[in-house]
């Protein structure tokens, strides 16, 4: 049997990939891709090749999602459509009607369709929140001492809550929730990645939160997997291993600049203010705190690891900034060869 | 996650060995002396060894090349600079000794249930220090802390770095699946506070959750006393009413403090003993034994009397608290 899989988001980068790689798998009968905007070029702003995706321009929040999804006889659908940040234009409101509206007019269709059997959500670990009170690490069953209030982690909680209403009204169709890690590779542009970019870091004084990462690649491959076959249930996908953001701050071979927890907050208004750069109240949790979740659950069901750790999949991503440690290393270096000669 | 466990177990074990060999206030006086030496063309090669591993301790910190657990446990950070802090309080100014410390198994998980007392909970470091420099496999304590801990700036993530972990459920079973010793203060605030006269008084244990834990990981429940932790700031007063602003949940009035400022924060030198009792074993009940309250709370009851029976014992053994001058 051959498959016809919709992809939504697949303007951006993971979501292409996501696209391309179903494109290229030869089960797969047809790939429809659909977004607000039209993916990036190719040339010019680095777009990822998409193969034989069919693309088709759709607002998620209008119901023109359910008669692509009924013209084309779709049965795979893969939600990749939720945006991390504020769009330039248009700020939290329309990032919050893109998100929660938009995964509901697609859930509706897909409660309509009579083709249907699979669908596949990208939901983030933010939704397992960041506080002093949580345990160290987070398994799938684990309820969240501070649910979310704010952001991308509410928008997060909101569509798994109507992702888990779908499930429960169609349980014909296998529904599985894929709660990533922050995403990082050469091709990720995030908040966390536009972070590490910069030359100097701001830290939350007095704290170093234990970060967790998953490479592009293996976010795809799971995708890809979990489109490929059934694996319903919610589960945790991340690199082994854990970071703290000190460690990681060496590894770049940047410098760090701790700030006073309330100071940090009004930075971070100022700056999402002045549109820098986005700073939400997660974001300053998560620099609090730091979160690491169990994955012994995705690779019991997909028999299958991630390739890169946290710290591999950092390491990478340094690679492709031309970011290697540098400096105080290799005065230290510079410094033992001297004296010991 | 088993294999970065090894990992740091592994890294644990050979940095242990390394700082026997090099505690880092020697490390560094060889970095002074070595790099004059150096220059005069006379360099031992013992002390060329020692500066070679320092500097490659500190090419390692500066580059972020170490490795912490999923608690965010940093074994080197731990052995080579806290604990070595720790030591010389240990050693010299508590002259702390440990009595049947092989009670504590050498590689499986247990659990580790001591009194906790002293106003500044210098116990549960001293107790981390003595099982890890006087057992013979020189065990890396998790300890179990309360969640007020992790709130602070500074305070939590340095505990988090020296192994330590918030007191719940998830986190103690999943120490103790993964074989770590671990190390709880049942009687929490209520002990570490608790007014001078009250000294070796065990208080009330929670809620027996320790107890709960060990029968579901099927681990031994190793009983401890500390004595000497009593006398080191003697709690005769509490000034609630700033402890209550503060957000603390007491502020100690000592012999010492706050009448001398910052020089009533050095602890008064008693003598220590920590003792390590009979392991209790757990392996015979179901794990799901751990939801029958009765067995838990006998259970818990049982732990506190060996503890109580330790303290006293220890006590008479000890003597003077301030020996050779009281």
Redesign the interface.
């Known amino acids: 049997m051959t498959h016809t899989v919709l992809v939504t988001g697949v303007s951006r980068h993971i979501g292409a990939r996501v696209a391309s790689v179903l494109a290229a798998d030869p089960d797969i009968g047809r790939v429809i891709g659909v977004d607000t905007v039209p993916p990036p070029s190719l040339s010019r702003d680095g777009g990822v090749p998409l193969g034989r995706t069919e693309f088709v321009r759709v607002d998620l929040r209008s119901p023109d999602i359910a008669q692509v999804i009924a013209a084309a006889d779709i049965d795979t659908v893969v939600h990749m459509s939720l945006v991390s940040a504020p769009p330039r234009s248009g700020g939290r409101a329309l990032m919050k009607e893109h998100n929660v509206i938009g995964t509901m007019q697609l859930l509706g269709a897909c409660q309509r369709s009579a083709t249907v059997r699979r669908v596949v959500v990208r939901s983030t670990t933010a939704v397992y929140g960041s506080s ?6 987070f ?1 799938e069953d ?1 309820e969240p001492g501070e649910p979310p209030t704010h952001g991308y982690a509410k928008d997060a909680s909101e569509v798994e809550g109507y992702v888990r209403g779908f499930a429960r009204r169609r349980r014909d169709v296998s529904v599985t929730t894929l709660r990533f890690a922050n995403f990082m590779g050469p091709g990720v542009d995030s908040p966390l990645t536009r972070y590490f970019s910069q030359p100097l870091l701001p830290t ?5 939160p ?1 970060l967790q990462f998953v490479h592009e690649d293996d976010a795809v491959e799971v995708l890809r997997r979990t489109a490929m076959e059934d694996h319903p249930g919610t589960f945790n996908v991340a690199g ?5 953001l ?6 770049a071979g940047l410098l760090s600049l701790p700030i ?2 309330p100071a940090f907050r009004l930075i971070g208004d100022l700056a999402r203010g002045a549109g820098m750069m986005d700073f939400s109240p997660e974001q300053l949790r998560l620099m609090c ?2 979160r ?1 979740v ?3 659950r995705l690779v019991q069901a997909l028999g299958w690891k991630p390739k890169f ?1 946290t710290s591999a999949a950092f390491e990478d991503f340094l690679h492709s900034r031309g970011m290697d ?1 540098g400096l ?2 290799a005065m ?2 510079a ?2 060869h001297m ?3 | ?1 088993a ?2 466990h090894e990992e740091s177990r592994n890294g644990f074990h050979g940095g242990s060995h390394d700082a026997q060999v090099i505690p880092i206030d020697r490390g560094r006086s060889s ?1 002074g002396a ?2 004059f030496a ?1 220059f005069d063309g006379a360099l031992d090669p013992e002390d ?1 060894r020692r ?2 591993e320092l ?2 301790f ?2 390692r ?12 446990f ?1 074994a080197e950070l731990t052995d080579k600079v806290l604990l070595e802090i720790m030591r010389p309080l240990y050693r010299h100014w508590f002259r702390a000794e440990t009595v049947d410390v092989e009670n504590v198994p050498g590689e499986s998980g247990a659990l580790v249930v001591a009194n906790h007392s002293g106003t500044i909970p210098l116990d549960a470091l001293m107790l981390q220090v003595a099982l890890h420099d006087d057992h013979p496999d020189r065990r890396a304590l998790r300890l179990l802390g309360a ?1 007020l801990v ?8 340095l505990a ?2 020296t192994g330590h ?2 007191a ?4 103690a079973d ?1 120490l103790l699946r993964k074989g770590e010793l671990v190390g709880v203060f049942p009687e929490g605030f209520k002990g570490v506070g608790k007014p001078f006269s009250e000294r070796y008084k065990l208080q009330r244990f929670g809620r027996g959750g320790f107890v709960a834990s060990a029968i579901r990981a099927g681990v031994p429940i190793v009983p401890c006393a500390i004595v000497g932790a009593e006398e080191i700031y003697p709690k005769i007063g509490d000034l609630r009413f700033l402890a209550r602003a503060l957000g603390l949940p007491y502020l100690p009035i000592t012999p010492l403090f706050p009448w001398f400022g910052l020089l009533g924060l050095v602890p008064l030198p008693s003598k220590w003993l920590i003792g390590f009792g009979e392991p209790i074993r757990t392996d015979e009940y179901d794990p799901s034994d751990a939801d029958d309250p009765m067995l838990v709370f006998n259970l818990t009851d049982q732990v506190r009397e060996v503890i109580q029976q330790q303290l006293n014992e220890l006590r008479l053994r000890r003597g003077h608290a301030f020996p050779p001058f009281l």
Do not use: N, W
């Open positions: 002093p009170r949580d345990p160290a690490v398994t684990a939350v004084f007095g704290f170093d234990r082994d291993g854990v970071l703290l000190s460690q990681c701050v060496r590894r006073p927890s705190h730091g690491v169990d994955t012994a750790s440690g105080p290393a230290v270096d410094l033992s004296v010991t000669r | 996650m294999s970065a970095r070595g790099g150096d060329d500066l070679a500097l490659a500190v090419r910190r500066i580059a972020g090349e170490y490795e912490v657990d999923e608690f965010g940093d969640d992790y709130q602070l700036p500074l305070l939590g993530h988090r770095k972990t918030l719940c459920r998830e986190d999943r």
